[in-house]
């Protein structure tokens, strides 16, 4: 079956540009992740959602970044007012369950390369 | 906060055993170890999950000491394509809340 999916593969924008990033989880998992990864870097967790409900966002950097997940299933990531600090890989994951300890598995998708000039 | 300690990298041949070792001396009573891979240009994948004593499955062993403060993920056999960056992380609860934090792994390079 189809994996996690996210577009655009590549974005490269001009700093103060607002920016959004999809990400399309596996059919029917429950809960989707939002993470960021520097080049050399393991994925830094940003926020995740159980279905449409947002449960932790305190690992967003700072309020020009916001998530949204309005119908438990697609979620759209948007930066706006982008910096050159936020050039990184973003990439989305998602788990069948909701994640409890000894319980999840995610599946992350191909990424999306941000590029703020 | 359950931070984990890894080895930067590891060289390794083909065939052989490879045992990459993991110190998470803060670990808390409800946190699972889990371990990740992760290819060039794409996503983190993963490999095995466990919370005590010793798990086994088509790809890796996982064995936890009862202290729980460190993990060993053994691969049997490595081959060419296990080249790749593998993550050990402790949780997901942190502050009641859900945190899966990746650290910056151990390069496992293995040679023909």
């Known amino acids: 079956g189809a994996g996690v999916s996210q577009s655009p593969r590549y974005k490269v924008t001009k700093r103060g540009q607002d920016v959004a990033l999809r990400c399309d989880p596996i059919?029917?998992?429950?809960?989707l992740y939002w993470y960021r990864q520097a080049l050399g870097q393991g994925p830094e967790f940003l926020t995740y959602?159980?279905?449409?409900?947002?449960?932790?966002k305190s690992g967003l950097p700072n309020d020009r970044f916001s998530a949204e997940r309005p119908e438990g299933s697609i979620s759209t990531l948007t930066i706006q007012r982008t910096e050159q600090r936020d050039s990184a890989m973003y990439r989305c994951?998602?788990?069948?369950?909701?994640?409890?300890?000894?319980?999840?598995?995610?599946?992350f998708g191909p990424g999306t390369r941000l590029l703020v000039l | 906060l359950a931070k984990t300690t890894q080895p930067i990298s590891m060289d390794s041949y083909e065939g052989q055993e490879v045992n990459i070792t993991c110190s998470h001396n803060?670990?808390?009573?409800?946190?699972?170890i889990t371990w990740y891979q992760q290819f060039p240009s794409q996503g983190p994948r993963f490999i095995i999950q466990?919370?005590?004593t010793k798990v086994t499955n088509e790809v890796a062993s996982l064995f936890i000491p009862a202290d729980r403060k460190s993990s060993t993920l053994s691969l049997p056999r490595v081959s060419l394509s296990d080249t790749a960056v593998y993550y050990c992380?402790?949780?997901?609860?942190?502050?009641?809340?859900?945190?899966?934090?990746f650290g910056s792994g151990t390069r496992l390079l293995v040679r023909p």
């Open positions: 994951a998602s788990s069948l369950v909701p994640a409890s300890p000894g319980e999840e598995t995610q599946y």
């Open positions: 059919s029917g998992h429950v809960s």
């Open positions: 959602f159980n279905y449409e409900a947002q449960q932790d």
């Open positions: 803060n670990i808390a009573t409800n946190d699972y």
């Open positions: 466990g919370y005590k």
């Open positions: 992380l402790v949780g997901p609860w942190m502050d009641s809340s859900y945190k899966l934090i």
